[in-house]
């Protein structure tokens, strides 16, 4: 009887940084990396540096035969073509066969797919949907991704580009999107950048007294809005009331057409803890029909921040075909 492979890699490839673990199958991180995305503007080298980080690490687990395969997560990745497809944040333009190269630099199999999909995969194998068959992971960060999980399995679309919720319009002809152009779109709002625009509107519109009055605008950021919230802020507090309403309106609509077991938020938002829970959950209940309010769990996810998308990328090689 050969011996059973335990090991994946995880791969995510982030605009600045690509970060990296050797996963088993409990989940456990065993070796975490990170090199820069950003500094060679053709794929080749940056394949190379990525190798030279990762060899270390696999010779410490016995050998690449230790490894069933890697699993990668990335701005438009597509799991049916294995391509990053026209990703803006990433230095490589156009259409990268990124599964395929990897797999010829490594010699094991690699599959790829969308981060948001990468983090709802992670969440359903480690985490807060463990057992769930039917759910949505939202990532709230610079951006809102979304994955979605019906009956029991990953949404990809005819063309492997389904969930992009985000960009749902949720307040028509509401705030221009800063890369989209189209207005009202959700990641204009419940994203740590739309959170940056309405503190700053906010202020424009009331000019009392606020502890974002100290900080030049240029200098707030979502990090700036938590810190005056959690010092009891009014102004600030109103920031987060008023994301959470547009999330909860946002979460009503997608609870509508798809009736989850639950929905997961996941990201940099998350750490308002209640600021945003209350009122995304008030403004979602208030927007369903009766036959859907108090039946889906609102809840954060469980995997941490720093890990999560390393797992979600790593449990893509678990369903390859040995």
Same mark, same amino acid.
């Given at each position: &009887?050969?011996?059973?492979?335990?090991?994946?890699?995880?791969?995510?490839?982030?605009?600045?940084?690509?970060?990296?673990?050797?996963?088993?199958?409990?989940?456990?991180?065993?070796?975490?990396?990170?090199?820069?995305? =950003?500094? =060679? $503007?053709?794929?080749?080298?940056?394949?190379?540096?990525?190798?030279?980080?990762?060899?270390?690490?696999?010779?410490?687990?016995?050998?690449?035969?230790?490894?069933?395969?890697?699993?990668?997560?990335?701005?438009?990745?597509?799991?049916?073509?294995?391509?990053?497809?026209?990703?803006? =944040?990433?230095?490589?333009?156009?259409?990268?066969?990124?599964?395929?190269?990897?797999? +010829? !630099?490594?010699?094991?199999?690699?599959?790829?797919?969308?981060?948001?999909?990468?983090?709802?995969?992670?969440?359903? &194998?480690?985490?807060?949907?463990?057992?769930? !068959?039917?759910?949505?992971?939202?990532?709230?960060?610079?951006?809102?991704?979304?994955?979605?999980?019906?009956?029991?399995?990953?949404?990809?679309?005819?063309?492997?580009?389904?969930?992009?919720?985000?960009?749902?319009?949720?307040?028509?002809?509401?705030?221009?999107?800063?890369?989209?152009? *189209? *207005?009202?779109?959700?990641?204009?709002?419940?994203? /740590?950048?739309?959170?940056?625009?309405?503190?700053?509107?906010?202020?424009?519109?009331?000019?009392?007294?606020?502890?974002?009055?100290?900080? !030049?605008?240029?200098?707030?950021?979502?990090?700036?809005?938590?810190?005056?919230?959690?010092?009891?802020? !009014?102004?600030?507090?109103?920031?987060?009331?008023?994301?959470?309403?547009?999330?909860?309106?946002?979460?009503?609509?997608?609870?509508?057409?798809?009736?989850?077991?639950?929905?997961?938020?996941?990201?940099?938002?998350?750490?308002?803890?209640?600021?945003? &829970?209350?009122?995304?959950?008030?403004? &979602? +209940?208030?927007?369903?029909?009766?036959?859907?309010? =108090?039946?889906?769990?609102?809840?954060?996810?469980?995997?941490? +921040?720093?890990?999560? /998308?390393?797992?979600? /990328?790593?449990?893509?090689?678990? $369903?390859?075909?040995?």
């Amino acid at each position: &009887m050969s011996k059973r492979i335990d090991y994946a890699i995880g791969i995510d490839i982030g605009g600045t940084t690509t970060k990296f673990g050797i996963v088993d199958h409990r989940g456990d991180i065993l070796y975490r990396g990170v090199i820069p995305t =950003n500094t =060679n $503007d053709t794929i080749e080298p940056y394949l190379e540096e990525l190798y030279q980080a990762l060899t270390p690490a696999i010779n410490e687990v016995g050998g690449i035969k230790m490894i069933k395969g890697i699993g990668i997560g990335a701005p438009n990745g597509n799991f049916y073509t294995g391509t990053i497809e026209y990703a803006p =944040n990433l230095p490589w333009k156009g259409i990268i066969a990124l599964a395929k190269l990897v797999q +010829e !630099k490594f010699t094991v199999p690699a599959a790829l797919t969308n981060d948001a999909n990468a983090a709802a995969i992670g969440e359903m &194998m480690y985490g807060s949907a463990k057992g769930m !068959k039917d759910f949505i992971m939202i990532t709230l960060g610079t951006g809102v991704g979304s994955g979605i999980v019906a009956n029991g399995q990953l949404i990809l679309g005819h063309d492997g580009f389904a969930g992009e919720l985000g960009h749902t319009i949720i307040v028509p002809g509401g705030r221009l999107h800063w890369s989209t152009g *189209h *207005h009202g779109s959700l990641e204009a709002y419940a994203s /740590a950048t739309g959170v940056v625009m309405t503190a700053i509107e906010f202020l424009d519109q009331h000019p009392e007294d606020s502890l974002l009055c100290s900080y !030049k605008k240029e200098d707030i950021d979502s990090r700036v809005v938590y810190d005056c919230a959690m010092k009891g802020d !009014k102004l600030a507090k109103e920031v987060y009331a008023f994301t959470g309403k547009v999330l909860g309106e946002a979460l009503a609509n997608f609870v509508m057409f798809s009736s989850p077991e639950a929905i997961i938020l996941f990201g940099g938002l998350t750490k308002a803890g209640d600021l945003i &829970m209350k009122p995304t959950r008030e403004h &979602m +209940e208030k927007n369903l029909l009766p036959i859907f309010q =108090n039946k889906v769990k609102l809840l954060f996810s469980e995997l941490r +921040e720093a890990d999560a /998308a390393i797992l979600g /990328a790593s449990a893509l090689v678990w $369903d390859m075909k040995a």
